[in-house]
């Protein structure tokens, strides 16, 4: 069986102002580089025996974080990075709201439709995220691997292990450094835990971000 312990990055100020990132390379808030230790010390007596990350560093930090706990190196995929939301990337959601009112309503309520301006779809997303955690299943078998990614990439790999379609990805909720658990064996995925906050001293945050 390989197991992937998945994991949103902390918290940036772009998702305190409610601003789009996509694959623009922002980094930890304050806040989000202590919810960034207490993710590792959360997962400091669990084996792991690789980390993999996107490359950009909000995720990067994240897992770094853990993985120096585990002495372990921290691998990077661009296969993780967050989707590229073209010229949305940078913008505030009201700002997105008040010059795409058509696109930004239908991202919120059929997701699945949406062709980012200038950037990707979730189809886009799903598929090389898939291709990554296919390869991790065979590559190492038997093996615990950390992997820390973003929103939409987690929201979409979810969906897509659970043979969900991705109209259903806001039904997913990814708060910053949650913990997700995935399990794969004999060409089965299971989810054994979704969106844990608990290292963070709560069940649930409350929080609902605007931007991703």
């Known amino acids: 069986m390989t197991r992937i312990i998945l994991v949103r990055h902390g918290e940036t100020t772009w998702n305190v102002e409610g601003r ?8 930890l ?54 989707i590229n939301h073209g010229t949305w990337e940078g913008v505030l959601a009201k700002d997105i709201e008040a010059q795409y009112p058509q696109e930004f309503h239908q991202w919120h309520t059929q997701p699945h439709l949406v062709q980012m301006p200038g950037g990707e779809n979730l189809e886009d997303v799903r598929r090389r995220v898939r291709a990554a955690f296919d390869d991790y299943a065979a590559a190492y078998p038997n093996q615990t691997i ?5 929103d939409a990439v987690n929201k979409a790999i979810i969906c897509d292990l659970l043979e969900l379609s991705m109209e259903h990805f806001w039904q997913i909720k990814q708060d910053n450094t949650c913990i997700n658990v995935l399990e794969y064996q004999d060409g089965i995925w299971r989810i054994v835990l ?19």
């Open 194 to 212: 979704l969106n844990s906050t608990a290292h963070m001293g709560f069940l649930f945050s409350g929080i609902e971000q605007a931007g991703l």
């Open 29 to 82: 808030s304050q806040r989000g580089l202590q919810q960034g230790q207490l993710l590792a010390e959360g997962l400091r007596n669990l084996p792991i025996d690789l980390c993999i990350s996107s490359p950009l560093q909000r995720s990067y930090q994240t897992c770094k974080f853990c993985a120096d706990l585990h002495k372990l190196p921290v691998a990077t995929d661009e296969r993780l990075l967050e």
């Open 146 to 150: 950390l992997v820390a990614a973003h």
């Open 20 to 27: 789009y990132q996509g694959q623009e390379d922002t980094p």
